[in-house]
């Protein structure tokens, strides 16, 4: 599954770079899993503190149909 891009897992870069491969399919929303199976609290807590601090910045700034590039 990661091989074909199916999920992203990995470092906030690989988040993006497949985050941009299917916003260049047209995708708009995006579903991020950070709580599975036996993901200690702390560590799921870290990982959301890097998807706000890392990815969600680059993801903000691309454009989505019926918005123009400015904002």
Do not use: C, F, N
């Not at 770079?17 to 702390?42: F, I, K």
Request: negative net charge; glycine residues 8%; without cysteine.
């Amino acid at each position: 599954m990661k091989e074909a891009d199916l999920v992203a897992i990995g470092s906030p870069a690989e988040i993006i770079r497949v985050a941009a491969r299917y916003h260049e399919l047209g995708a708009d929303q995006l579903l991020l899993m950070v709580q599975y199976g036996g993901v200690p609290h702390e560590r799921v807590l870290r990982t959301i503190e890097i998807l706000a601090a890392r990815v969600l910045p680059e993801l903000q700034s691309w454009p989505t149909p019926g918005t123009s590039a400015t904002g």
